[in-house]
Nanobody, 110 residues
Framework: VQLQASGGGLVQAGGSLRLSCVAS????????MGWYRQAPGRKREFLAS???????YYVNSVKGRFTISRDNAKNTVYLQMNSLKPDDTAVYYC?????WGQGTHVTVSS
């Protein structure tokens, strides 16, 4: 499956963005879909995942600020990001266990 992330951009600290990740085929049978990010000079880090049983998981650094959701009918996974901080500046990627999408850039200005 091919994944295409979009929705990144420049936002001020405290602002919000919603990222979208559209898959090239049905995601109904894909158990877990996740979002990751990689900041300049840092390793890629896992952020959140959404399973096809409705469960979600977040790392502590984004818990309470980011919300992952999936719309199987649209083959799309979303990442709603609120209360953004300059430290959230990174390239954001969506992924399954076997596929990675091209990233979308998020820049948070102070």
């Amino acid at each position: 499956v091919q994944l295409q992330a979009s929705g990144g951009g420049l936002v001020q600290a405290g602002g919000s963005l919603r990222l979208s990740c559209v898959a090239s085929e049905s995601i109904v049978e894909i158990r877990d879909m996740g979002w990751y990010r990689q900041a300049p000079g840092r390793k890629r880090e896992f952020l959140a995942s959404a399973s096809n049983d409705g469960s979600t998981y977040y790392v502590n650094s984004v818990k309470g600020r980011f919300t992952i959701s999936r719309d199987n009918a649209k083959n799309t996974v979303y990442l709603q990001m609120n209360s953004l901080k300059p430290d959230d500046t990174a390239v954001y990627y969506c992924a399954t266990t076997v596929s990675w999408g091209q990233g979308t850039h998020v820049t948070v200005s102070s």
